[in-house]
């Protein structure tokens, strides 16, 4: 048998088997979609610069759509100094050329399209970076940009001296005011000074602003995540805020955090989408980013005669750690489903400010939280790499590209969650042909990287792929859900889809061995389970059929240190999606 007519048998084969997997949702898509946040500059470099870009991630569409994911977000990647990694656009309708082009987004918005899948981007309007035509032109009061940002005169000390307009500080602990020498005025800056935030009480901005919205609206995005949504609007009379704790400056931010109008802009955008999705019947996804209380990030979502945000990113899960126990964990899962209507709910386990779920926790721990998150019900945003358990980087002060380290009062770095993606063993991890890549990849990757991790069954990778065919099933898209704490350890949910067929997920978030029985917490289960997928460090195996009743005083099953388990009342689903990955872990040998 040829290489070729191999491939085109696997690949064939595979699409067979998830047909009638991908055939069954009749919800909006965004409503159960898993998403893949992509760090542009750390996924692919396709020109050997060191950097990553769009090509890249064009090159490696396959292997995302491989993964089970439905939508792709992209992270900045508009024209910018740099200054915090692209969160610093000077240019809201362009790509910055270490990315590539406009010309090579449009071919990836098509190529996306065409493997079935959506595409949406980060959006960052809080403020632009001072290199921006827009800001230059304030600053010399040129119309109609001379109130596009917060101006204010300094506060008179006496006859020869004057100071900052008020006392409100940026995220970074020092004075958020800063002067130009050009307009002889402070300007405002919640972030970094080269950073100044919009003036979003002057109705021109929110005119500019709506036509970046459409820009990319009309080049195909299906969406966009709203970053820092939280900081939009300052209270218009400038007063002094309350003098700030030590611990959290958050408490005294009264005046320049979460303002009421915050909301109704982010409603305001909701309704261009909309008229976007009544053009063709196609909802375009509003995400917001907002690091806050569950009943603040309903607020956002609004009601049914005036929608805000599709989804809120509910980000609690990202500070799970070796002391969080399975009470943590169920407390965690109820603040977003007890609160939420179950279409936004979104869960979300690392991403590009916060620790990798490997570093964080354990790498014998990333099947089983991957286990949570993909299989609980609503939307999953997944963070590059977390499928392969990619790790924190550990880096030299020489390394460093981070100049923000992301502000109130953090003292970690960024850097080291946003490393290159491990594609092989080759030089540079298959990241880049270049000699030196913008950050280092780490060092394990000779071990921990896509090639080999595609031929093991038992991988990360592998594992996580048999979760995002199981996502697709009508019990984890439309099913009920119940949790439970059989032990202090040892968390458990089901997904339910009336008597035809019951999925229980149990993760041992403990670091010792755990005796359970499920059927004791959890009564109206079977008194045997097929195993459907175990962590890689599981003593029990895919296929097995396990007892999980301890009537009569018989044993059931031993969970070792931080292992997950899938156990299904069918084991119909089963043989279909080992089949799925037992054939493309066999292909990947085949043609290594």
Same mark, same amino acid.
């Given at each position: 048998?040829?290489?070729?007519?191999?491939?085109?048998?696997?690949?064939?084969?595979?699409?067979?088997?998830?047909?009638?997997?991908?055939?069954?949702?009749?919800?909006?898509?965004?409503?159960?979609?898993?998403?893949?946040?992509?760090?542009?500059?750390?996924?692919?470099?396709?020109?050997? #610069?060191?950097?990553?870009?769009?090509?890249?991630?064009?090159?490696?569409?396959?292997?995302?759509?491989?993964?089970?994911?439905?939508?792709?977000?992209?992270? *900045?990647?508009?024209?910018?100094?740099?200054?915090?990694?692209?969160?610093?656009?000077?240019?809201?309708?362009?790509? =910055?050329?270490?990315?590539?082009?406009?010309?090579? $987004?449009?071919?990836?918005?098509?190529?996306?399209?065409?493997?079935?899948?959506?595409?949406? %981007?980060?959006?960052?309007?809080?403020?632009?970076?001072?290199?921006?035509?827009?800001?230059?032109?304030?600053?010399?009061?040129?119309?109609?940009?001379?109130?596009?940002?917060?101006?204010? #005169?300094?506060?008179?000390?006496?006859?020869?001296?004057?100071?900052?307009?008020?006392? /409100?500080?940026?995220?970074?602990?020092?004075?958020?005011?800063?002067?130009?020498?050009?307009? @002889? @005025?402070?300007?405002?800056?919640?972030?970094?000074?080269?950073?100044?935030?919009?003036?979003?009480?002057?109705?021109?901005?929110?005119?500019? %602003?709506?036509?970046?919205?459409? $820009?990319?609206?009309?080049?195909?995005?299906?969406?966009?995540?709203?970053?820092?949504?939280?900081?939009?609007?300052?209270?218009?009379?400038?007063?002094?805020?309350?003098?700030?704790?030590? !611990?959290?400056?958050?408490?005294? /931010?009264?005046?320049?955090?979460?303002? *009421?109008?915050?909301?109704?802009?982010?409603?305001?955008?909701?309704?261009?989408?909309?008229?976007?999705?009544?053009?063709?019947?196609?909802?375009?996804?509003?995400?917001?980013?907002?690091?806050?209380?569950?009943?603040?990030?309903?607020?956002?979502?609004?009601?049914?005669?005036?929608?805000?945000?599709?989804?809120?990113?509910?980000?609690?899960?990202?500070?799970?750690? *070796?002391?969080?126990?399975?009470?943590? !964990?169920?407390?965690?899962?109820?603040?977003?489903?007890?609160?939420?209507?179950?279409?936004?709910?979104?869960?979300?386990?690392?991403?590009?400010?916060?620790?990798?779920?490997?570093?964080?926790?354990? =790498?014998?721990?990333?099947? +089983?939280?991957?286990?949570?998150?993909?299989?609980?019900?609503?939307?999953?945003?997944?963070?590059?790499?977390?499928?392969?358990?990619?790790?924190?980087?550990?880096? &030299?002060?020489?390394?460093?590209?981070?100049?923000?380290?992301?502000?109130?009062?953090?003292?970690?770095?960024?850097?080291?969650?946003?490393?290159?993606?491990?594609?092989?063993?080759?030089?540079?991890?298959?990241?880049?042909? +270049?000699?030196?890549?913008?950050?280092?990849?780490?060092?394990?990757?000779?071990?921990?990287?896509?090639?080999?991790?595609?031929?093991?069954?038992?991988?990360?990778?592998?594992?996580?792929?048999?979760?995002?065919?199981? &996502?697709?099933?009508?019990?984890?898209?439309?099913?009920?859900?119940?949790?439970?704490?059989?032990?202090?350890?040892?968390?458990?949910?089901?997904?339910?889809?009336?008597?035809?067929?019951?999925?229980?997920?149990?993760?041992?978030?403990?670091?010792?061995?755990?005796?359970?029985?499920?059927?004791?917490?959890?009564?109206?289960?079977?008194?045997?389970?097929?195993?459907?997928?175990?962590?890689?460090?599981?003593?029990?195996?895919?296929?097995?059929?396990?007892? %999980?009743?301890?009537?009569?005083?018989?044993?059931?099953?031993?969970? &070792?240190?931080?292992?997950?388990?899938?156990?299904?009342?069918?084991?119909?689903?089963?043989?279909?999606? +080992?089949?799925?990955?037992?054939?493309?872990?066999?292909?990947?040998?085949?043609?290594?």
């Amino acid at each position: 048998m040829s290489r070729k007519f191999f491939l085109f048998f696997c690949v064939c084969t595979s699409l067979h088997f998830s047909k009638e997997e991908s055939d069954s949702t009749k919800l909006d898509w965004w409503q159960t979609s898993l998403v893949y946040q992509i760090y542009p500059l750390s996924f692919k470099d396709s020109n050997g #610069d060191g950097y990553g870009d769009l090509n890249g991630i064009y090159e490696k569409l396959d292997y995302i759509k491989d993964l089970g994911v439905t939508t792709i977000w992209i992270q *900045p990647f508009s024209k910018s100094p740099m200054v915090d990694l692209g969160y610093d656009i000077s240019d809201f309708k362009s790509v =910055d050329p270490v990315f590539g082009t406009i010309a090579d $987004f449009k071919e990836l918005v098509k190529a996306v399209k065409n493997r079935g899948m959506k595409l949406i %981007i980060d959006f960052v309007p809080n403020h632009t970076s001072d290199q921006s035509e827009w800001f230059k032109l304030s600053e010399q009061r040129t119309e109609p940009y001379t109130d596009f940002y917060i101006w204010r #005169d300094g506060k008179k000390v006496n006859d020869t001296y004057t100071t900052y307009p008020n006392n /409100w500080i940026s995220i970074f602990g020092t004075s958020a005011w800063f002067w130009s020498k050009t307009r @002889q @005025q402070y300007y405002y800056h919640k972030c970094a000074p080269e950073q100044p935030d919009l003036n979003y009480r002057n109705p021109k901005v929110i005119t500019e %602003i709506e036509s970046v919205l459409r $820009f990319w609206l009309d080049l195909g995005v299906d969406g966009f995540r709203v970053d820092a949504v939280q900081i939009l609007f300052e209270a218009a009379h400038g007063m002094d805020e309350p003098k700030s704790s030590d !611990v959290n400056w958050i408490d005294g /931010w009264i005046y320049t955090w979460e303002q *009421p109008e915050n909301i109704e802009m982010v409603k305001s955008w909701r309704a261009l989408l909309d008229a976007y999705s009544k053009k063709d019947g196609q909802t375009r996804l509003l995400a917001v980013e907002l690091y806050s209380t569950p009943t603040k990030l309903l607020e956002y979502t609004g009601n049914a005669t005036n929608p805000g945000a599709h989804i809120p990113f509910y980000f609690n899960l990202i500070f799970a750690d *070796p002391e969080m126990h399975a009470f943590g !964990v169920n407390t965690l899962i109820h603040q977003q489903t007890d609160i939420f209507p179950r279409s936004a709910n979104n869960w979300v386990m690392d991403n590009h400010d916060n620790k990798r779920l490997r570093a964080r926790l354990f =790498d014998a721990s990333v099947d +089983s939280w991957n286990m949570l998150v993909l299989l609980l019900p609503g939307l999953a945003s997944v963070y590059y790499g977390t499928e392969i358990g990619l790790d924190n980087l550990k880096l &030299r002060s020489d390394q460093r590209k981070d100049r923000q380290n992301g502000g109130n009062g953090r003292i970690d770095l960024r850097d080291i969650y946003r490393g290159p993606m491990q594609w092989d063993d080759t030089d540079n991890a298959g990241f880049s042909t +270049s000699d030196k890549t913008w950050l280092p990849v780490h060092p394990n990757y000779w071990r921990d990287n896509v090639k080999a991790q595609q031929q093991d069954p038992y991988s990360h990778l592998n594992i996580f792929k048999r979760l995002a065919a199981l &996502r697709k099933t009508p019990v984890i898209m439309h099913g009920d859900l119940k949790t439970y704490v059989p032990k202090t350890w040892v968390f458990m949910f089901t997904r339910s889809l009336g008597k035809s067929e019951t999925i229980a997920v149990l993760m041992n978030v403990g670091s010792e061995s755990e005796e359970i029985c499920p059927k004791d917490a959890a009564e109206e289960l079977p008194d045997e389970m097929f195993v459907h997928t175990c962590s890689g460090n599981s003593k029990i195996r895919v296929g097995e059929k396990v007892r %999980i009743s301890s009537s009569g005083g018989v044993k059931c099953f031993k969970m &070792r240190p931080q292992s997950g388990l899938v156990l299904s009342t069918s084991s119909g689903a089963l043989s279909t999606v +080992s089949a799925i990955i037992i054939l493309l872990a066999f292909c990947a040998k085949f043609l290594e």
